[in-house]
């Protein structure tokens, strides 16, 4: 159980473009998700946490326009990187809880790698 | 503020020996921790926590960590590596009695465990 699935795994843009990311909790509802970013041997950055049906939390110094985040129901997160650009290129793991009760419970995605060109 | 301390960025050891990898931790009031494995390209997966109750905590693959208060330190620690243990590994934290939606766990930097045949 708690399994949270990431689409696509890996993408390859062109500058300039946007690129949408999926995280999905396959066998649970997620009250809360969250956006970590990860640079090749560096821990991962949390981005912003967004709970079902409101505005997400950005973490000081992440461009929410720029990355913009939708909790539009309690199985689907998405993360849109809008005019992406190279120094974008980054893993990007997104976790998801399943209640407010327990909320040391964290379940991450496998990730998806964005290379922009 | 919270933060983890890794300070080991790589921890070499032969196969069949004991393998520690140490971590550190500040937070206000009292914490969670966790231990988190990552392979390459691929997410995080869940080893073990402490929440509260027995100090020694054991985990999945064989790894056990041991909760020190005085000391704020949170050691995993497995008794026989094996190769397939070679992957970078993350502590994390996060306070016990936050329980509201933004509750967030902050990784420390990360080390990477090479067993060597």
């Known amino acids: 159980g708690a399994v949270v699935s990431q689409h696509p795994s890996r993408v390859i843009c062109k500058s300039g473009t946007s690129v949408k990311i999926e995280c999905r909790s396959l066998?649970?509802?997620?009250?809360?998700m969250f956006w970590y970013r990860q640079f090749p041997k560096q821990s991962l950055m949390l981005m912003a946490t967004?709970?079902?049906?409101?505005?997400?939390?950005?973490e000081q110094g992440v461009e929410k326009d720029k990355f913009l985040i939708n909790h539009a129901s309690l199985t689907l997160s998405t993360l849109t990187v809008t005019s992406a650009h190279p120094e974008d290129s980054s893993f990007y793991i997104c976790s998801a809880r399943t209640s407010r009760d327990r909320p040391y419970e964290q379940y991450f995605g496998p990730g998806t790698r964005l290379t922009v060109t | 503020a919270q933060s983890v301390a890794q300070p080991e960025d790589q921890v070499n050891v032969a196969e069949g020996n004991p393998l520690t990898v140490k971590c550190t931790y500040s937070?206000?009031?009292?914490?969670?921790l966790f231990w988190y494995v990552q392979y390459p390209n691929r997410g995080l997966q869940f080893l073990l926590k402490y929440i509260t109750g027995d100090n020694l905590v054991k985990g999945s693959y064989g790894f056990e960590a041991e909760f020190n208060k005085s000391q704020t330190s949170f050691h995993l620690k497995k008794p026989s590596a094996l190769v397939s243990d070679s992957a970078l590994y993350f502590c994390a934290v996060t306070r016990r009695e936050i329980k509201a939606a933004g509750n967030k766990l902050t990784f420390g930097g990360g080390t990477r465990v090479l067993v060597k045949p």
């Open positions: 937070v206000s009031g009292n914490p969670y």
């Open positions: 967004s709970n079902e049906g409101s505005k997400a939390t950005y």
């Open positions: 066998d649970f509802q997620a009250t809360t």
